[in-house]
């Protein structure tokens, strides 16, 4: 497993039941992503997971690509998808590309954030670049720091997983270093386990910079991903980028 992939066997196996309400959003992101660009356009996936959105868009025609660099994720992947209809690719995506370009790159569920430095998240987005095709588009989905940057005690939060048992989160920041880090407890009749989570986070107009740097420019920011306007209240930004030198 990639270290700051974090994905082990332990998540994996409860993943797809951590966002019980994930999938109305799931439907709104694939309807998004047909106006940005139909099928069958190449779709490359930055942390594919067990494939939530990677396979509904291959459904529609989409040549997906995905990369993760947790091998129990892609295991679930896998077996959702015995036709291989998603190629994959076990990989750090701040440290390598496909070798390939696609018309659409999409880093999904703050997923972006899982890159802990600054220097991660710059190779990450020059990696973007190099593998965006000309007039190609790479979307970003994250949450937006200001709450967690004012936390100044850990806080803690329960969340069910299916039918299968609990979740215990608790989340602490380290504002200096724009540091989020998540203990997720799992009690699900196993044996109790708990698995650290780090994320750094960006505030819009950082990420926007970080991008520029990368030769990336922004194009739309939604709220989410049924294009929400963007404001003072948003928890999240939906954020497209398109190459600099496209314009
Ligand atoms: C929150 S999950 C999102 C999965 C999927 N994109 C979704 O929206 O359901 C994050 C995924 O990104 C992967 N990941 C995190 N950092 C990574 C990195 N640097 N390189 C490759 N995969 C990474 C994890 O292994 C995990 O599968």
């Excluded at 291959?58 to 036709?83: K, N, Q, T, W």
Aim: proline share 6%; net charge negative; glycine share 8%.
């Amino acid at each position: 497993m990639i270290p700051h992939a974090h994905f082990g066997e332990r998540l994996a196996s409860v993943y797809d039941n951590m966002y019980p309400y994930i999938e109305i959003d799931t439907q709104h992101a694939v309807e998004l992503f047909t106006q940005l660009c139909p099928p069958p356009a190449r779709v490359l996936e930055l942390g594919v997971g067990t494939g939530r959105v990677a396979l509904p868009l291959a459904e529609l025609g989409y040549r997906v690509h995905g990369i993760d660099g947790s091998p129990a994720m892609l295991e679930r992947l896998r077996a959702r998808d015995p036709d291989g209809r998603v190629t994959t690719q076990l990989a750090d995506f701040t440290t390598t590309t496909s070798g390939d370009q696609y018309d659409l790159v999409v880093v999904l569920l703050n997923t972006f954030f899982s890159a802990v430095t600054k220097d991660q998240q710059l190779s990450c987005l020059r990696h973007v670049r190099e593998q965006l095709a000309p007039s190609g588009r790479f979307v970003v989905e994250v949450f937006e720091p200001t709450p967690f940057h004012s936390q100044t005690q850990p806080s803690f939060s329960v969340r069910h997983l299916g039918d299968q048992g609990i979740m215990i989160d608790m989340l602490s920041v380290d504002r200096a270093q724009q540091l989020m880090v998540g203990a997720h407890t799992i009690l699900d009749g196993g044996k109790p386990e708990t698995v650290q989570h780090v994320l750094r986070y960006a505030f819009p107009f950082e990420l926007d910079l970080l991008a520029e740097a990368c030769g990336l420019q922004l194009e739309h920011r939604w709220g989410g991903f049924a294009r929400e306007p963007f404001g003072p209240t948003s928890h999240r930004h939906v954020s497209v980028y398109s190459g600099a030198d496209d314009r």
